[in-house]
């Protein structure tokens, strides 16, 4: 199993960082970010080490979490590509590794079967179910417009081929909608929260769903737009929060739970899909 190890993190009251969603990813000869470029995570800026263990499995994120309640080392693998390990109190990150090392072939197994969950699958054929606006929608190719062209929530994307892979144009199509609906939404927002912002990016990112530099650039997942609308504006609003406070404080929680009181059950959403919209 490749793998990049990641700053740990201790455990924290809210989730959606806590849960490798916010971590900057370092790859060899990279600089962490510093002065005006940093971001909000609930980690400071360090390097990514190199941890072998095997090429032929391809690259994994591995990323280490302190909880002082924990009894013994745990491994959650979040999916084909991000495994998560808890140092209990008094454990280390040596030992956290040897660990991973000496449960190579389970998570193995692990990764492979996340990797067959549709976010993950390199071709989506005709008929399968992806999920939009938080809701699943089956794609079936149609051909009665002269054209072959698959329908999302009343949007009709065309088709180059009937016999293509859904999975480039659908999710071409996802991206242009999350450029063109996620900046207006957070603009309006932060209007009505008072917040100040410079930009609005849209990424293509597999491990966070958004990030708020002290700049006050916003920087959104795309995928943002497969889940409910309030799910959305749970993650936006988690951004702009970090605009009056650059950590996960108990303080920052409060404005969290002060503009959005539904973040504990949209964060409960966002860990439940997170695999089938193809994040971690």
């Given at each position: 199993m490749g793998a990049r190890l990641l700053p740990e993190i201790p455990e924290s009251p809210g989730r959606l960082?806590?849960?490798?969603?916010?971590?900057?990813q370092?790859?060899?000869?990279?600089?962490?970010?510093?002065g005006g470029d940093q971001e909000a995570l609930s980690v400071g800026p360090t390097g990514?080490?190199?941890?072998?263990?095997?090429?032929?499995?391809g690259a994994c994120e591995v990323v280490l979490r302190r909880n002082p309640r924990a009894r013994r080392y745990t491994i959650r693998v979040k999916g084909p590509r991000l495994v998560c390990v808890t140092i209990?109190?008094?454990?280390?990150?040596?030992?956290?590794?040897r660990f991973v090392e000496k449960s190579r072939d389970w998570i193995e197994a692990q990764r492979r079967?996340?990797?067959?969950?549709?976010?993950?699958?390199?071709?989506?054929?005709?008929?399968v179910e992806?999920?939009?606006?938080?809701?699943?929608?089956?794609?079936?190719?149609?051909?009665?417009?002269?054209r072959p062209f698959v329908e999302?929530?009343?949007?009709?994307?065309?088709?180059?081929?009937?016999?293509?892979?859904l999975k480039r144009p659908v999710e071409a199509f996802l991206k242009?909608?999350?450029?063109?609906?996620?900046?207006?939404?957070?603009?309006h927002l932060a209007e009505r929260q008072g917040i100040a912002i410079s930009r609005v990016s849209v990424r293509n990112q597999s491990s966070r769903w958004g990030s708020c530099s002290s700049r006050g650039v916003i920087s959104l997942n795309w995928r943002l737009v497969q889940t409910p609308g309030w799910v959305c504006d749970y993650v936006i609003i988690h951004e702009l929060m970090h605009r009056r406070e650059m950590n996960h404080s108990a303080r920052f929680w409060r404005l969290v739970d002060a503009a959005c009181p539904r973040w504990r059950e949209a964060e409960v959403w966002l860990d439940g899909q997170a695999f089938q919209l193809g994040m971690g």
């Amino acid at each position: 199993m490749g793998a990049r190890l990641l700053p740990e993190i201790p455990e924290s009251p809210g989730r959606l960082h806590q849960r490798g969603h916010a971590l900057v990813q370092l790859g060899p000869g990279q600089r962490p970010l510093r002065g005006g470029d940093q971001e909000a995570l609930s980690v400071g800026p360090t390097g990514a080490e190199s941890v072998g263990a095997g090429e032929e499995t391809g690259a994994c994120e591995v990323v280490l979490r302190r909880n002082p309640r924990a009894r013994r080392y745990t491994i959650r693998v979040k999916g084909p590509r991000l495994v998560c390990v808890t140092i209990p109190r008094g454990g280390s990150r040596r030992e956290a590794m040897r660990f991973v090392e000496k449960s190579r072939d389970w998570i193995e197994a692990q990764r492979r079967r996340r990797a067959e969950v549709v976010g993950h699958a390199e071709e989506w054929p005709d008929g399968v179910e992806i999920l939009f606006r938080g809701e699943w929608c089956r794609l079936e190719v149609r051909h009665d417009l002269g054209r072959p062209f698959v329908e999302l929530g009343g949007h009709r994307i065309f088709l180059a081929d009937a016999a293509i892979n859904l999975k480039r144009p659908v999710e071409a199509f996802l991206k242009d909608l999350a450029r063109r609906e996620l900046p207006g939404r957070t603009r309006h927002l932060a209007e009505r929260q008072g917040i100040a912002i410079s930009r609005v990016s849209v990424r293509n990112q597999s491990s966070r769903w958004g990030s708020c530099s002290s700049r006050g650039v916003i920087s959104l997942n795309w995928r943002l737009v497969q889940t409910p609308g309030w799910v959305c504006d749970y993650v936006i609003i988690h951004e702009l929060m970090h605009r009056r406070e650059m950590n996960h404080s108990a303080r920052f929680w409060r404005l969290v739970d002060a503009a959005c009181p539904r973040w504990r059950e949209a964060e409960v959403w966002l860990d439940g899909q997170a695999f089938q919209l193809g994040m971690g």
